[in-house]
């Protein structure tokens, strides 16, 4: 799920090159008006239908380069406050590491890796399968991390070497503009690393009570979203971390620290049951899959829990009432246009 900050950004990003909310917005059911009600989450579907918009009205791949170009702490709410008032490097990379994905809202996770002599490292892999959005989040958190470590440093911070698990881009000149250094490309694994500065180099605008105050607020948001998000929606975020093991009901009523009884009564509430929840889930996640990697369906049903590749045939047909085959056929004709997946 995405914060309207974000959304936000991307907004006021296009309208200084001439185009509207309403042409970013479309086709992705998001009113202007929720983009300036913090406790609102946008789904997955209506990000991807936001980013595809930009690139078809700019005509530009590699937008996320540009997007992250311009990107300020600012425009990161709250997180980009606690991380300008951090008091080192380290601290302000934490933040991010910690609070970035649930209150800005991001498709990538990172994992930090420390070297010898002050270099260090930031692998990047994704959170769930999401194609072309891949290289967008990747190209915009790479430009992103270059202007964010100069602003915080004050010092040059160009990566000593970038690797890319994707095949070179038709832009791929564009990476020496703007990153200062040219990746290597299909490697397996998207990783950047950065040698200087150390990670103990303080922050200029360091402020301790100022940051403990933004740290409070930040964790009141996390427990808001905690407690406002609907049900199904808790349930789905839990079950994006454990694709490769389904939780029984009771599993999962004992993540959500609640009673099977009452899991199984809230839900119904709701209008769901445990079943349908799973089985929506895992519709969505065989479209992404079939949509957006190589995957085969015997691959596919197995990631998804099925025991054999005929079972998983079945239940697709019965979601979508397509074929597999019917399915990629769809999304190679029309790959931006695909129906959104519930959020």
Not at 57 to 86: C, N, P, R, W
Not at 178 to 202: I, K, M
């Amino acid at each position: 799920m995405f914060r309207p900050t974000k959304i936000r950004h991307y907004v006021a990003f296009m309208e200084s090159r001439g185009f509207g909310a309403a042409e970013v917005l479309a086709g992705s059911l998001i009113e202007p008006a929720q983009l300036h009600n913090p406790a609102h989450l946008i789904d997955f579907a209506a990000y991807q239908t936001v980013v595809a918009n930009m690139i078809r009205l700019t005509g530009k791949q590699g937008i996320g380069l540009e997007v992250g170009k311009e990107s300020e702490l600012t425009d990161f709410g709250i997180v980009g406050h606690a991380m300008m008032s951090s008091k080192t490097g380290r601290d302000a990379l934490q933040l991010w590491l910690r609070y970035s994905n649930a209150l800005v809202g991001m498709l990538i996770t990172l994992h930090l890796e420390e070297h010898e002599h002050g270099a260090w490292s930031l692998t990047i892999s994704e959170m769930r399968p999401t194609g072309f959005l891949f290289n967008f989040g990747v190209e915009e958190i790479l430009t992103i991390a270059v202007k964010i470590g100069e602003a915080l440093t004050r010092q040059p911070f160009a990566p000593a070497a970038i690797e890319l698990s994707y095949p070179a881009p038709a832009h791929h000149a564009l990476y020496m503009e703007y990153l200062g250094c040219v990746p290597r490309f299909n490697t397996g694994t998207t990783r950047v690393r950065f040698e200087a500065p150390d990670l103990e180099q303080p922050i200029r605008g360091s402020d301790e009570e100022f940051n403990a105050i933004c740290l409070q607020h930040c964790s009141q948001i996390l427990r808001q979203i905690a407690e406002d998000s609907p049900l199904v929606s808790r349930i789905r975020s839990l079950l994006l971390s454990r694709i490769k093991g389904l939780p029984s009901l009771q599993d999962l009523a004992r993540e959500l620290c609640m009673s099977d009884r009452t899991l199984r009564r809230r839900l119904q509430a709701e209008g769901h049951s445990y079943q349908d929840v799973i089985n929506e889930f895992r519709m969505d996640l065989a479209k992404e899959y079939l949509a957006t990697s190589r995957m085969t369906p015997k691959e596919t049903a197995y990631l998804l829990g099925f025991k054999d590749a005929n079972a998983f045939r079945r239940a697709f047909k019965a979601w979508t009432g397509q074929t597999i085959h019917d399915f990629r056929e769809e999304v190679e004709a029309h790959p931006l246009q695909r129906e959104r997946p519930r959020g």
